[in-house]
């Protein structure tokens, strides 16, 4: 039931882009987006909540569509503060279970 | 309010030892969330409180696991007869009803306890 994401891991150099992709197995009805650096709890950074809808925050911003019950988050122009652990979370559906998909590394170079 | 508090911050215990941990969340938020991570993984859901009520615990949780909400208010999560397994860090979460006008349903988290079990 946990939302898997792709990649697993990205490295990135400064100014490039990047696509991190969560898709359910079950009907997705809100999706919020998560940033982890080490040693550090989750952050959030945005949230999409309705099929089709894009969200945009500075350079990151993020799709969502209900029917493929997938989210991507769009990285552009990186800087290297985006470094971190990327999680998609969402409600189980059914449940009272808010989980996170299953992670994506990004590492921005110099 | 500065935001979810948790302590200890970090605990070494021996195996068989009993170890509890405490969360204050952010005080307007009714539902706080317990979660487990080790290292290269995603947070894992443990259990999840609605005020007083603990609506939702992960099968993952043994009978060695318990968690609390008094008054709904703070929390705490006991483990009992630790095991190097549990060695990990917990993280607590509070968020508000997500179907508040006011509301993402965002969760807040604290710092986490970090639990080493030898």
């Known amino acids: 039931q946990q939302p898997v994401q792709s990649p697993q891991a990205v490295i990135l150099r400064e100014g490039e882009d990047a696509v991190i992709n969560c898709s359910s197995s079950k009907a997705l009805y809100s999706v919020h987006w998560y940033r982890q650096k080490h040693g550090e709890a989750p952050v959030f950074l945005m949230i999409?909540?309705?099929?089709?809808e894009q969200k945009g925050h500075d350079k990151i911003s993020a799709s969502f569509n209900e029917k493929k019950q997938q989210s991507s988050l769009y990285l552009t122009a990186s800087q290297l503060s985006y470094s971190g652990t990327y999680f998609c979370g969402t409600e189980a559906s059914g449940t009272y279970k808010y989980i996170f998909g299953t992670g994506t590394r990004l590492k921005v170079l110099a | 309010d500065t935001g979810v508090s948790q302590d200890p911050r970090h605990k070494i215990t021996k195996r068989g030892q009993n170890v509890t941990f405490r969360c204050d969340p952010i005080?307007?938020?009714?539902?706080l969330y317990w979660y487990r991570q080790t290292l290269g993984q995603g947070p894992e859901f443990l259990t999840y409180f609605q005020n007083e009520a603990q609506l939702e615990k992960s099968r993952l949780l043994s009978d060695r696991f318990s968690a609390e909400r008094p008054k709904g208010s703070f929390s705490t999560l006991e483990i009992q007869r630790t095991e190097q397994g549990d060695s990990a860090m917990y993280l607590c979460?509070?968020?508000?009803?997500?179907?508040?006008?006011?509301?993402?349903?965002?969760?807040?988290f604290g710092e986490g306890s970090r639990l080493t079990v030898l």
């Open positions: 005080s307007e938020h009714n539902r």
């Open positions: 999409l909540l309705k099929g089709g």
């Open positions: 979460a509070s968020s508000l009803d997500p179907f508040g006008l006011a509301s993402t349903g965002e969760l807040f």
